[in-house]
């Protein structure tokens, strides 16, 4: 009987145990004695060391300041952070890691994986890099808005799934990362004393960043490789700006795998002209959408010329080799084709134009 007592009180405990989690040391997670995290902002220290800084976000009227660590490892820098602030700080609502230009270049797994192995991290956080000095942009903006952290966070959400920006989470990455041939991509920004502004989409190679979309590219992939519009799609050269730009992409590669064939048709209106263009009539309006009709098979030949170059797949112009009954190019073979193929890029534009014009 006293046997069957104790395998009784046995099965209790470890049942207590697994409800509580596996240590028996149960945490005390009481709201007035932790912080949530928003963001980790990760940049070059001394020693090739990190600096990783976030914000205290507290939960009382408190005044936000900004927390910076030297570390070498992440979760060393956890440990700093809580040595530094009298509440403990949980990552569980970590939504952004912001990673300098310099060590993106230099290669994001060992960040990534890290992060990856902590169950208390989204896979869902949005990942960013950034040139210049993040930490300086937001000391100086604190002055004027606090919750700068929520604002940054509620700007992600807000264009993500849009089109406009590139935005991108975790999840996202590490599935292009992990694809055959495919070429993860980052929003980049640049801060400064004043602004946080985003200038294009970062292209990376394997886990290193090697290349950042200029004005026109970029405007060029959102179009064709990612959500197929723009609200204003400005093209200085020609001194003009195209609204409600719709792009609907028709891609064939050859059996060869030697010729790359990319239609585009664009529709959309003229919102603005800054040159003097007489196109009263259909004749000059056919004639002002053929000339950015080949002003944009230029640029976009352009830009996917600097992918064949750097040998990187951001379109993800792979998936157009997929036949059936035929056995897919592996990663490596599809680069080597992909850097010597020939482009012929066509553009059908039709705009709508400021005023009625006159047949």
């Given at each position: 009987m006293?046997?069957?007592h104790?395998k009784?009180?046995?099965?209790i405990f470890?049942?207590i145990?697994?409800?509580f989690g596996?240590s028996p040391?149960a945490?005390?997670?009481?709201i007035e004695?932790i912080?949530?995290v928003?963001?980790?902002?990760i940049?070059k220290?001394?020693?090739?060391?990190?600096?990783?800084?976030?914000?205290?976000?507290?939960?009382?009227?408190?005044?936000?300041?900004?927390?910076t660590v030297?570390?070498d490892?992440l979760?060393?820098?956890m440990?700093?952070?809580?040595?530094?602030?009298?509440?403990e700080?949980k990552v569980?609502?970590l939504r952004?890691?912001l990673i300098?230009e310099?060590i993106?270049?230099e290669?994001?797994s060992?960040l990534?994986?890290?992060?990856?192995?902590?169950?208390?991290?989204?896979?869902r956080l949005?990942?960013?890099?950034?040139r210049?000095n993040f930490?300086e942009?937001?000391?100086?903006?604190l002055k004027?808005?606090e919750?700068?952290?929520?604002?940054l966070?509620r700007?992600?959400k807000h264009?993500?799934?849009?089109?406009?920006?590139?935005?991108i989470?975790?999840h996202?990455f590490?599935?292009?990362?992990h694809?055959?041939a495919h070429?993860?991509?980052?929003p980049?920004?640049e801060?400064?004393?004043?602004?946080?502004?985003?200038l294009g989409?970062?292209?990376?190679?394997?886990?290193k960043?090697?290349e950042?979309?200029?004005?026109m590219e970029?405007?060029?992939?959102?179009?064709?490789?990612?959500d197929?519009?723009l609200?204003?799609?400005?093209?200085r050269?020609?001194s003009i700006?195209l609204?409600h730009?719709?792009?609907n992409?028709q891609?064939?590669?050859?059996?060869?795998?030697?010729?790359?064939n990319l239609n585009?048709q664009?529709n959309?209106?003229l919102?603005?002209?800054?040159r003097?263009?007489?196109i009263?009539?259909?004749?000059e309006?056919?004639?002002?959408?053929?000339e950015?009709?080949?002003?944009?098979?230029k640029q976009t030949t352009?830009?996917?010329?600097?992918?064949q170059?750097?040998?990187v797949?951001p379109?993800?112009?792979?998936n157009?080799?997929l036949r059936p009954?035929?056995?897919?190019?592996?990663?490596r073979?599809w680069?080597?084709?992909?850097?010597?193929m020939?482009?012929k890029?066509?553009?059908?534009?039709k705009?709508q134009?400021l005023?009625d014009?006159k047949?």
């Open positions: 006293k046997h069957k104790t009784t009180l046995f099965f470890v049942n145990i697994a409800l596996c040391i945490e005390k997670n009481l004695e912080a949530p928003t963001f980790w902002s940049q220290g001394e020693d090739e060391n990190y600096r990783m800084s976030t914000l205290i976000p507290p939960l009382v009227k408190e005044h936000k300041r900004l927390l030297q570390v490892l979760k060393e820098g440990k700093g952070f809580n040595l530094k602030y009298y509440r700080l569980g609502q952004m890691l300098s310099e993106a270049k290669g994001i060992p990534i994986d890290t992060i990856l192995t902590d169950p208390d991290i989204s896979k949005y990942l960013a890099v950034v210049g930490d942009y937001i000391n100086n903006q004027m808005q919750d700068l952290d929520y604002y966070y700007m992600f264009y993500d799934n849009q089109g406009k920006l590139t935005i989470n975790l996202q590490m599935k292009t990362l694809s055959p070429s993860p991509v980052v980049v920004f801060a400064s004393d004043e602004n946080f502004q985003y989409t970062g292209i990376f190679k394997n886990d960043l090697i950042t979309t200029n004005n970029e405007q060029i992939y959102q179009l064709i490789g990612n197929h519009f609200k204003y799609f400005a093209i050269d020609l700006v609204g730009v719709k792009a992409s891609l064939n590669i050859d059996k060869s795998y030697s010729e790359l585009v664009l959309g209106r919102d603005e002209i800054a003097k263009h007489n009263l009539t259909s004749d309006l056919s004639r002002f959408e053929s950015i009709e080949s002003y944009l098979e352009k830009f996917l010329k600097k992918l170059e750097n040998k797949d379109l993800q112009l792979r157009y080799t009954f035929s056995k897919p190019l592996n990663g073979e680069l080597n084709r992909w850097e010597l020939k482009l890029v066509d553009y059908d534009l705009i134009p005023t014009i047949n």
